[in-house]
């Protein structure tokens, strides 16, 4: 594995040797899908500092972004969680969540069941546990063929658009140029009063400089989101055009519904000014996919608000009933 992820801590020092119980984001940088398993490896060792019944003690957790997309684990009793969803998941897995790429550990359940035909009911670790409940005369999705071959979103698969924001950073762009304008309008209109209208003039300018970036911020900074269903691969699927690529879930005749999650994190805010780095929370939404086999995996990790994650599910909800 040749690319790569940024990796960055919370609740853990940053040589991985103890959990502190801080929320002070420690920035790892970017390293390898191997570097990350390393990294994870040593984080399920750890166990969150114990603490008073109202002490705020943060668990052990990362923060993992990689393709444009973030991803956030925590580890409780010495197991790895997705935050999003709460689902547990083995290391392999979540590098192979990450990546969105086979998981080592699945390799080795094939070898280990290599004898289970790819087929619904068998024990073959690709679909242990999975029926379908629409569309039964579909095959199980060979995930490692379909890897090889381009997921079909063209106009004749059945799919839903709706506009969204690019990312967090897009959408709160255009109100910080709304707050800047109006802090730096009132400042005009205090040196106009003192018999400045010259300045005034200027400081007004630079505020209606300010209202033209927030409407250029608020059109450039939305995109369209598509999801919809592939049935020749028996894949759901979901893209931006934003997005370089196009992310997908296998054996989509056994969904059984579409949830959103919340994962807050905290991030470092250089300010550049007096006040220093500022400390913040932001929170990103998750589009999760659930299955009847109880598993629940996110198909959407960064969506900016849980307006758009709540609109994106009621849709894929009603584009998924329409496909039986």
């Known amino acids: 594995m040749n690319e790569k992820v ?5 609740g853990i020092s940053e ?7 801080a929320y ?22 750890l166990q969150a500092p114990q603490g008073g019944p109202d002490a705020d003690i943060c668990a052990p957790s990362l923060v993992v972004d990689h393709a444009g997309q973030t ?13 999003g969803s709460g689902a547990k998941l083995g290391i392999f897995d979540a590098v192979a969540l990450v990546t969105k790429q086979r998981g080592r550990s699945e390799v080795r359940a094939e070898k280990d069941n290599e004898t289970a035909p790819m087929e619904w009911g068998s024990d073959n670790p690709d679909v242990k546990g999975l029926t379908p409940v629409r569309k039964k005369d579909l095959p199980p999705t060979d995930r490692q063929e379909t890897e090889s071959a381009a997921i079909d979103t063209g106009a004749r698969a059945p799919q839903f658009s709706m506009t969204v924001w690019k990312s967090v950073n897009a959408k709160g762009l255009p109100v910080g140029m709304l707050v800047t304008g109006i802090f730096i309008g009132l400042l005009a209109l205090t040196v106009i009063g003192t018999g400045n209208p010259g300045p ?4 007004a300018a630079v505020a209606g400089l300010c209202f033209w970036l927030r409407g250029v911020f608020a059109r450039s900074g939305r995109t369209e989101l598509r999801l919809g269903f592939d049935w020749k691969s028996n894949a759901v699927w979901a893209k931006r055009d934003s997005d370089k690529t196009v992310s997908w879930l296998g054996n989509a005749n056994c969904i059984t519904d579409f949830s959103i999650g919340e994962y807050r994190y905290q991030k470092t805010v250089r300010t550049g000014g007096p006040m220093g780095n500022v400390k913040a929370t932001e929170s990103l939404w998750q589009l ?3 299955k009847n086999n109880g598993s629940c995996v996110p198909l959407l990790s960064n969506l900016a608000s849980k307006a758009e994650a709540s609109e994106a599910a009621a849709k894929a909800k009603a584009l998924m009933a329409s496909q039986d």
Do not use: C, R, W
Not at 15 to 21: E, P, Q, R
Not at 26 to 37: A, C, N, S, W
Not at 200 to 203: C, E, L, R
């Open 6 to 10: 940024n990796v960055t801590l919370q």
């Open 200 to 203: 005034g003039i200027v400081v």
């Open 71 to 83: 991803y956030s684990f925590s580890v409780e009793n010495g197991q790895l969680m997705d935050s």
């Open 288 to 290: 999760n996919v659930h």
């Open 15 to 21: 040589d991985l040797s103890k959990a502190t119980g």
């Open 24 to 45: 002070d984001p420690v920035e790892l940088g970017e390293m390898t899908p191997d570097g990350l398993m390393g990294v994870l490896q040593k984080a399920v060792k």
